[in-house]
Nanobody, 119 residues
């Protein structure tokens, strides 16, 4: 089983920055993709950014040029650096990881961390 632990959310003024981190833990697992999703009140959960084991990144159009996703492969960690934050970035941000364990594939979610951007 793989567990994800998130940190770094909070309250920030528009134009400010926040950094989210997510660390995976467990036994006998590999990670193919790590990603950040977000869900605003009344909205569906959406992909913010993802990074593969090969380092390929993908971003939602709404965050391109402002957010950067990166992985620390040695620590099984993914970081989302969020700059130039806007009020519409306010949401609960969820870490997601997919890969395999000794028992088969997995797709796990973190508990979510609140990001609030005040205008």
């Amino acid at each position: 089983q793989v567990q994800l632990a998130e940190s770094g959310g909070g309250l920030v003024q528009a134009g400010g920055s926040l950094r989210l981190t997510c660390t995976a833990s467990g036994t006998m697992f590999t990670i193919n993709v790590m990603a950040w999703y977000r869900q605003a009140p009344g909205e569906q959960r959406e992909l913010v950014a993802s990074v593969t084991s090969g380092g390929t990144t993908n971003y939602a159009d709404s965050v391109k040029g402002r957010f950067t996703i990166s992985r620390d492969y040695a620590k099984d960690m993914v970081t989302l650096q969020m700059n130039s934050l806007k009020s519409e970035d306010t949401a609960v941000y969820y870490c997601n990881a997919g890969g395999t364990t000794g028992w088969g594939p997995y797709d796990e979610w973190g508990q979510g961390t609140q990001v609030t951007v005040s205008s």
